[in-house]
Every structure is written in structure tokens, then in C-alpha cells.
């Protein structure tokens, strides 16, 4: 599995408070300084300019890649040495990037989700990339929706190092076994095929199978894919960097997921943990929110996948990870500035995707023939490909941790029984209170 599902689930509680951050200076600091200090005195003043780059890259098998290509760029970028780091997971590591640039002792690159953009920008802590990229010869060639969790109040802020979005997985035996030919394409008949697929046999109002699973807690996780959802209703929550949980198509979204329980045919995963595809391998469920990083591609069980559900539109949510710059000196950000250069080209992506899984973020690399060579043996990398041009960023703004948290805890709390109506008002008031004091 990748590093995404496990990571961005506790990403909210990680950044609830920037006060609760900063306490960890005390803690933290002294383990940065001395992080960069052994950095410095492992690398000699030969005129190399060094830096330094903190990701959270897992499994290991996908670090290896990275740092195999990390490798390539300093073989061919004689005037400059990329020290890629391990840093912890990202929702380990969040804490140390935080106290390293109150401490000014940055890593020179960071690698981390988008919705980080609108903290680091009122840090001050990364450079805007506007010229550079006004100028970037390959600019064109990224996939341009990409450009969503780029770009914050009119200016480039990172460029991502992989995509992905995601869909619904399915046991195509249960649905053979249910009669069903064809997936569903709208939210009535995703209703009606998870009805179908949903067996009581002894009618004691617990299932043995269950049309599908929806991920229960109030962490990014279930804020990630209740998404989808929402874009497909017409809606959104933010107006003009001011969060707006609480109207029609939000309660629409959540009262689909609530008719799902209502009907009995959805079954809700463990508190927090709904990226774990158990039921889905054992065929306790039939359907699964997920993404292309899936366990389920590795297992040995029959799958196959489709878009997400459309309501008044197609949509899902992009999930990536992007290259950030901080803010050090001019020479060493220009040197940085090339390693991204690098991450977006055609030579980098193709490595990268191809020994991930991670969908390219380079259009021509998605439609090279090494790519689609490989992408033919993975059918369900078609769908996901397919699904880019209408798949959408979550906000980066400022703020977007504590909005996320409210609108888990809506979510969560709908899951459980109470009214979208209600969950999303008391989330919105909360959110009220936030902004007003922010």
C-alpha cells in the first residue's frame, strides 16, 4: 500500500493548532539542528552546492525508486547534490517541518500533500514559483486540472510529484451472482446494485455480504472520499477562502451515504480505518471507495473498477503529492529549482510511475508507449487515467485542517444517525467561531 491512505488519515489531527505546533519547538528543535548539522559535516565545501530533501515516501519499495532517480539527477547534475532524506511518514513529520523553519533550519526541498500550501504560505516559509514556471519550457505538458493544488491566492506555490484519484472497486463474481452485467453509472443505480448485493440469508438483520463499505471516522480519509460526492451534487465548501459546509449539496451528499446505511445495504468500516480492504478481500462487501495504491491490485482476489457514481456531474478527488521549495538562499533555491524541473519530466515520470503505480503527472508520458504497455497489464490504471480530466483538488487554503476536522466530524456524526441538516449546521458554527478569531 501506499503512503497515501494511512498518512492522510490522521493529516487533520496533526495540524489542528498551530499554538499546540509551535509547543513542540522545545521538543523538536534540538533533533533538527542536529539533523542539519550532520548533514553540513558530511558533505564538503568542494563546490557542490548540497541540499537537502525531506520526503516521507512509503512502502519502501517506492522510496527506492524516488532515491534511484534522485541518484540519476546527481550523476547528471555535476554542480549539484540532492540528499534525500527520509523524514518519517508525513503525519510523523509534519511537527519537525513546522519547528524547522521556526527554527531556520529548513530542508532546501519538502515533499508533502497540497493541503499543507495555505500553512506554508503564512509561514512564509516556501518560495512562490510564478517566473519559474511562467518560463518552464514543459509546463504544458502537465495535466492541467493538476493546477488546482498548485495555485493559491493567483500564485504557484509547488508541482506535483505523482496523481492519482479514485474510484469504486468491485467483486465482479458477486456481481455475476447477483445478475448484475453492467456497473453503476449514477447514484440511484449504485442504490440499487448495493441493494442487490446485500445477503441476509437467515434474516437476522445481519448481512453476510453487504453491497459496499463506507469509511466511518472524521479523518481526512472519510473527508477524501466523500468528496466525489459532494462535486457530483454541484457543490462545494469554500467561498472566497471562507468555508461554507452547511448547504443544499452538502446535505444532498451526506444524505446519500446515509440512505446507503438506511437501506441496509452499506456497512461502515472500523472508527478510522476505512482504507483497510479486509472485507472486501474476504467478500463480506462487494464495493469499495479506493484508489489505484490499493492492496486489493497485489491480492490474489477477482476486482475490477469503475468511476465514481455521477449525480448532476462526474467527478472524484485527486490524490497527490507535491515538491515544495523553501525559503533558503537564492543559489541553493535555483538548485532546487532544477530537481523539480527534473520531477516533471518525461524521463523522471515514466520511471516513477511505472515502479510505483502512481499515475504520471507528464500528459506525454501517460500517452508514451512504454506507459501504456504497462498500464495495458493494470486495466484498472485506465479507469483512473479515464477519470483525470474531471477529478478535483480539495481545498490548500489556510485553515483547511481545522475545516477538514469539522466536516469529518459532520460527516462522521451522519454516519452515525444524526441529520446531514444538523451535522453540517454544527460544524459550520464551530467553523464560524475559528475564522472570526483567526
Not at 441476509?200 to 455480504?209: A, V, W
Request: net charge neutral; hydrophobic share 40%.
Amino acid at each position: 500500500m501506499s503512503i497515501f491512505p494511512p498518512a492522510i488519515r490522521t493529516f487533520c489531527r496533526q495540524v489542528t493548532n498551530f499554538k499546540w505546533q509551535i509547543s513542540l519547538i522545545g521538543i523538536c528543535l534540538t533533533l533538527c539542528l542536529f539533523l542539519y548539522g550532520c548533514q553540513s559535516q558530511t558533505k564538503k565545501d568542494n563546490g557542490v552546492i548540497h541540499l537537502t530533501l525531506w520526503q516521507g515516501i512509503n512502502p519502501p519499495v517506492n522510496r527506492d525508486v524516488f532515491n534511484k532517480l534522485v541518484d540519476k539527477f546527481n550523476q547528471t547534475h555535476p554542480d549539484i547534490y540532492v540528499e534525500s532524506i527520509f523524514a518519517g511518514t508525513l503525519d510523523q513529520q509534519l511537527p519537525k517541518v513546522l519547528t524547522a523553519v521556526v527554527g531556520n533550519v529548513p530542508p532546501d526541498i519538502l515533499f508533502f500533500y497540497p493541503q499543507i500550501t495555505g500553512q506554508m504560505v503564512e509561514l512564509d516559509a516556501i518560495l512562490p514559483l510564478d517566473d519559474w514556471w511562467k518560463n518552464l519550457s514543459i509546463k504544458s505538458e502537465i495535466i492541467p486540472n493538476l493546477l488546482e493544488e498548485m495555485e493559491l491566492n493567483g500564485h504557484i506555490w509547488s508541482v506535483p510529484l505523482y496523481t492519482s484519484n479514485i474510484g469504486i472497486f468491485y467483486r465482479p463474481k458477486l456481481f455475476k451472482t447477483a445478475g448484475i452485467t453492467q456497473p453503476p453509472k449514477t447514484w440511484s443505480e449504485l442504490r440499487q446494485v448495493a441493494k442487490k448485493l446485500t445477503i441476509d440469508s437467515n434474516d437476522d438483520n445481519r448481512p453476510e455480504q453487504y453491497g459496499m463499505v463506507l469509511p466511518l471516522g472524521k479523518g481526512e480519509w472519510t473527508v477524501f472520499c466523500w468528496f466525489p460526492f459532494l462535486w457530483s451534487a454541484g457543490g462545494e465548501i469554500v467561498s472566497n477562502n471562507q468555508p461554507n459546509l452547511n448547504n443544499p449539496e452538502a446535505i444532498a451528499a451526506l444524505q446519500f451515504w446515509q440512505d446507503l446505511l438506511d437501506d441496509g445495504s452499506a456497512k461502515l468500516s472500523a472508527p478510522e480505518r476505512g482504507y483497510e480492504e479486509d472485507d472486501f478481500i474476504a467478500g463480506r462487501v462487494a464495493m469499495q471507495i479506493t484508489g489505484p495504491w490499493t492492496y486489493i491490485t497485489k491480492s490474489d482476489v477477482d476486482y475490477g473498477v469503475f468511476p465514481i457514481p455521477a449525480n448532476l456531474e462526474k467527478a472524484t478527488a485527486i490524490g497527490g503529492g507535491n515538491m515544495y521549495v523553501m525559503k533558503t538562499k537564492p543559489v541553493r533555491e535555483k538548485a532546487a529549482l532544477k530537481f523539480l524541473e527534473y520531477v516533471l519530466s518525461p524521463e523522471f515520470q515514466t520511471e516513477w510511475s511505472i515502479g510505483t503505480g502512481f499515475l504520471p503527472v507528464n500528459i506525454k508520458v501517460a500517452e508514451s508507449k512504454a506507459y501504456q504497455e504497462f498500464a495495458s497489464k493494470k486495466p484498472e490504471l485506465q479507469v483512473f487515467l479515464e477519470q483525470m480530466p474531471v477529478a478535483r483538488a480539495r481545498p490548500i487554503i489556510a485553515g483547511y485542517s481545522r475545516l477538514s476536522d469539522s466536516l469529518g466530524r459532520a460527516i462522521e456524526a451522519t454516519l452515525l444517525g444524526e441529520s446531514p441538516q444538523k451535522a453540517l449546521k454544527t460544524a459550520q458554527e464551530r467553523l464560524n467561531l475559528i475564522w472570526k478569531n483567526k
